[in-house]
Structure formats: C-alpha cells, structure tokens
C-alpha cells in the first residue's frame, strides 16, 4: 500500500494498549445495524473501537428506493445521516469508498470526498484495522448487453431514483406538448421499460402505473394513465419473480394484466438503445425510459483483495462469515456467498439475510474479544412479500412462523410489507422514535400529494 495522506489513528487505553478496532464498510441495512449494536455494547464501555466508512453520508433502506424512482416516497423524509447516528450510537463514521486492502498490513484506503467541481473535501485515508466487516451489496448487473449500461437507468442509489422520478415526469409532460400547439394534434404515448422480473422490477412497475395516475389527476398532463402510459416488464425466464413459488408469480402476473402492465417473459433482451429495447426473439419495444432490474454483481473492488470469490465476486465465506482465504476479514450480505445448509444453494440476497447475519455477527464480534469460539450461522427463510403500490400486496410466508409455505395477500401482506421497513427502523433507533417516526409518516402520508410533483 502507497504512503497514505492520513492514517486514522487508533484509540489506547490509559494503560497505552491499543483498543480492538472492528472496521465494517458498508452502511446499508446490515452494516448499519451491525455497527449501531456494537457501538450499543462494545463502543459505548470502550472494549472496542467501532467504525462505519461508506462513500455517501446517509443511508436510506434499499427496498424502498423503487419508490423513490417512482415519486411515491420523498427521500429527504426517510435518510439517515451516518454522523448523527455514529453520535448517538458510540461509533466513528468516515465517509469515501473503499480503495483497496492491504491484508499484510491489515489496513483499508479510503477514497477522497470531492465537492461539485471537484475539489476535494475530505483527503484519501488509511484505516488500520483488527477485525475487518465488508458489507458493501452490491450493484447492478448488466451482463455486457450492447447499450445497457449507457441507455438503461439502474436503481441502486437515491440519486439514480431521483434521477428516473424526473425523467418520467419529464416524458409524460413532453409528450401532451404537441396538444398545446394545436388542439387536433394526438397525444404520444409514453413508454417505460423494466428489464428484470423481480421484486425490484415487479415493485417498480406497479409504482409508475400508481405515478402516472396521480400525475393526471394534478393535471400535469392529459395523458389516459391507464392506455397513453405504457409500462412493459420484460423477464429473460419463464416467469416473473423466479425466487418464489409459481403460485405467487401467477397472481403477480395476474395483478399486474389488472394494472394494464405488458408482462413479457421467456425473451431475453439483445440490445439497448436511446429509444428501443431489442429481444431476442425479434421484438422492438419502444422506450421513453428503460430501467434495468435484473441481476446483481458485487463492486469490482473486491476483485483486487485476493480473496476467494464465486462467479459474480461474492467472497465466500465459512458458516462463521469468516472470508475462507482470511480469518481476520467477515463478509455478509449481497457481497457475500454464504452456503444454505447441505441444499447446495447460497444464501440468497434479501433484506432479511442480511439482518440475521447482523444480528450473528454482533454475538461474534463479543466472542472473538472474549477469545471464544464463533458462532455459526444458519439461515431461517421466512418467506417474501411483494408490494404491488397503493393496489395490492403478495407473497407467502414460511419456515417456523407457519410451519408451511402459505400463500398470502391483500391486507394482511400489506400490513407485513409496511413492517419489514419497522423492523429495520427499531434495530437502529428502538420502539419509541421507531413508533414516532410511524406516525409521522402516516400523517405525511395523509396531508400531502402521494406522488412527488415537481
């Protein structure tokens, strides 16, 4: 590693030995409720030194940034600042992404902050660490298709969600603008294309069909919401929502015919361009905005660590969540591989994984202070739920909470959908500001414009 602008110096005791520094990179819904448990226990009596890096200065829980694409959530009313909860959680925060590790020299680099122009704002760092936790996600994956990456929008960032909002308010107002030049000139329709079949795409589509009504409704254009918006959902597989049991995918498909959204499955997409979206079986759908929803990759950083990876770059870890090539570095969540049982199968990508690892890696991270043995994860699925907006919700519950897989919708699914998002919010600031924080939100809800309008 190249001589750093700064290195983070470690905390000592009054004694001069150095306190344990557990470093996790990655602020999303596991790291984030990893390092505000720790900060809870281990930062606050000083057993050890707890710190948070990730490139952006707030957090927002990733299932909800389809409804930041879509309008129906304000951003600014659901982030979480990384400073204040470092604060109010006895842990560091340092913001920039990660660069590189050196594992010989047990540090990681962090990236300078720049400002608009480009100008720094915080220098490159080095970070020593004792026990390293990566919990970076992942990203969207475009799998090398001609014009994806440049012509398709992904839904990984808030500014990418707010990015989308704009442009499909931008559509549908440009395309009534030919209305007011002349009064026999016909409205062009709007078109919109998800590329991927799950629960990010399924999810997403439902909430533009929501978006396009109330934009009418304002007035902000004359479009028919249900017939001048077109919104088609384009599934490489068989069926949508492949993850799930084909009963839930079929009364998704049948709640989205309802929704007047095209459902295309078994036609992989060849090629994106400015306007269209090419399929493998000839089609040219027209496309005002193409989003891309399907497949994951982890960030290329962990390609250069030297660690074992799977074929998308996964580290692969032990029943511990210890890196099988290190034992010094843990890796959860989306950025890591993690067998399911004796099923041959790894631990899929879900917001409820990457809770349960917290919760297990909180108990390894007191144990390895203690000098004890780790304890061993096992994945409990509870099942999924998929939110279809103001119109319906669906999924099926499973594993011990039934007893069985059972299929679920309507208000029950509805009401554990909101929960997921609760459940987050009381593992990082308890009941009381997590129930404050409820009804805010259902007041929010009830006094303003469902969608974003500007």
Same mark, same amino acid.
């Given at each position: 590693?190249?001589?750093?602008?700064?290195?983070?110096?470690?905390?000592?005791?009054?004694?001069?030995?150095?306190?344990?520094?557990?470093?996790?990179?990655?602020?999303?819904?596991?790291?984030?409720?990893?390092?505000?448990?720790?900060?809870?226990?281990?930062?606050?009596?000083?057993?050890?030194?707890?710190?948070?890096?990730?490139?952006?200065?707030?957090?927002?829980?990733?299932?909800?940034?389809?409804?930041?694409?879509?309008?129906?959530?304000?951003?600014?009313?659901?982030?979480?600042?990384?400073?204040?909860?470092?604060?109010?959680?006895?842990?560091?925060?340092?913001?920039?992404?990660?660069?590189?590790?050196?594992?010989?020299?047990?540090?990681?680099?962090? #990236?300078? @902050? /720049?400002?608009?122009?480009?100008?720094?704002? !915080?220098?490159?760092?080095?970070?020593?660490?004792? *026990? %390293? +936790?990566?919990?970076?996600?992942?990203?969207?994956?475009?799998?090398?298709?001609?014009?994806?990456?440049?012509?398709?929008?992904?839904?990984?960032?808030v500014i990418q969600?707010?990015?989308?909002?704009?442009?499909?308010?931008?559509?549908?107002?440009?395309?009534?603008?030919?209305?007011?030049?002349?009064?026999?000139?016909?409205?062009?329709?709007?078109?919109?294309?998800?590329?991927?079949?799950?629960?990010?795409?399924?999810?997403?589509?439902?909430?533009?069909?929501?978006? #396009?009504? @109330? /934009?009418?409704?304002?007035?902000?254009?004359? !479009?028919?919401?249900?017939?001048?918006?077109?919104? *088609? %959902? +384009?599934?490489?597989?068989?069926?949508?929502?492949?993850?799930?049991?084909?009963?839930?995918?079929?009364?998704?498909?049948?709640?989205?015919?309802?929704?007047?959204?095209?459902?295309?499955?078994?036609?992989?997409?060849?090629?994106?361009?400015?306007?269209?979206?090419?399929?493998?079986?000839?089609?040219?759908?027209?496309?005002?905005?193409?989003?891309?929803?399907?497949?994951?990759?982890?960030?290329?950083?962990?390609?250069?660590?030297?660690?074992?990876?799977?074929?998308?770059?996964?580290?692969?870890?032990?029943?511990?969540?210890?890196?099988?090539?290190?034992?010094?570095?843990?890796?959860?969540g989306d950025c890591?591989?993690?067998?399911?049982?004796?099923?041959?199968?790894?631990?899929?990508?879900?917001?409820?994984?990457?809770?349960?690892?917290?919760?297990?890696?909180?108990?390894?991270?007191?144990?390895?202070?203690?000098?004890?043995?780790?304890?061993?994860?096992?994945y409990r699925d509870?099942?999924?739920?998929?939110?279809?907006?103001?119109?319906?919700?669906?999924?099926?519950?499973?594993?011990?909470?039934?007893?069985?897989?059972?299929?679920?919708?309507?208000?029950?699914?509805?009401?554990?959908?909101?929960?997921?998002?609760?459940?987050?919010?009381?593992?990082?600031?308890?009941?009381?500001?997590?129930?404050?924080?409820?009804?805010?939100?259902?007041?929010?809800?009830?006094?303003?414009?469902?969608?974003?309008?500007?």
């Open positions: 590693m190249n001589s750093p602008a700064y290195v983070i110096p470690k905390e000592r005791r009054s004694t001069g030995q150095e306190i344990h520094r557990i470093v996790v990179v990655g602020g999303g819904a596991g790291g984030l409720e990893l390092v505000t448990q720790l900060g809870d226990s281990l930062g606050r009596s000083k057993k050890a030194q707890i710190i948070l890096v990730d490139k952006s200065a707030t957090h927002i829980w990733k299932p909800l940034l389809h409804e930041v694409a879509a309008g129906s959530m304000d951003p600014s009313a659901h982030q979480l600042e990384y400073v204040a909860q470092a604060r109010w959680h006895n842990f560091e925060f340092y913001q920039g992404a990660m660069m590189d590790v050196s594992r010989d020299e047990k540090c990681l680099r962090v #990236a300078p @902050v /720049l400002d608009e122009n480009q100008n720094p704002i !915080l220098p490159e760092r080095v970070i020593p660490y004792d *026990t %390293l +936790v990566l919990a970076i996600g992942s990203v969207t994956n475009f799998f090398n298709v001609p014009g994806a990456e440049k012509h398709a929008m992904a839904v990984d960032t969600a707010e990015t989308i909002r704009r442009r499909i308010l931008s559509a549908c107002m440009r395309s009534q603008s030919g209305a007011f030049l002349s009064a026999d000139a016909p409205v062009k329709k709007v078109h919109l294309v998800i590329i991927g079949g799950g629960a990010t795409g399924v999810e997403l589509a439902a909430e533009l069909r929501n978006t #396009a009504e @109330v /934009l009418a409704a304002y007035g902000l254009h004359k !479009l028919d919401p249900q017939k001048d918006v077109q919104i *088609t %959902l +384009v599934e490489a597989g068989p069926r949508i929502l492949p993850p799930l049991p084909e009963k839930i995918s079929i009364e998704t498909t049948r709640l989205l015919g309802y929704l007047n959204i095209d459902v295309m499955t078994g036609d992989r997409v060849t090629q994106v361009t400015p306007d269209a979206v090419l399929t493998a079986s000839g089609k040219s759908l027209p496309s005002d905005l193409t989003v891309w929803a399907g497949g994951i990759r982890v960030p290329a950083v962990l390609h250069e660590m030297g660690l074992e990876t799977n074929g998308i770059g996964q580290i692969i870890v032990s029943n511990t969540l210890q890196s099988v090539s290190d034992k010094n570095i843990f890796a959860f890591a591989a993690c067998a399911w049982g004796d099923s041959g199968k790894i631990v899929p990508p879900r917001a409820q994984a990457a809770h349960q690892q917290a919760s297990t890696l909180v108990k390894s991270m007191h144990r390895l202070l203690a000098k004890k043995s780790l304890p061993v994860f096992t509870y099942g999924s739920l998929i939110s279809l907006g103001n119109y319906e919700a669906v999924g099926n519950l499973m594993g011990r909470m039934v007893g069985r897989s059972v299929k679920i919708q309507g208000f029950l699914a509805r009401m554990l959908y909101l929960s997921l998002y609760r459940n987050h919010q009381m593992a990082l600031h308890g009941f009381f500001r997590m129930a404050v924080d409820a009804l805010v939100d259902w007041l929010r809800h009830n006094t303003k414009p469902r969608v974003k309008l500007h």
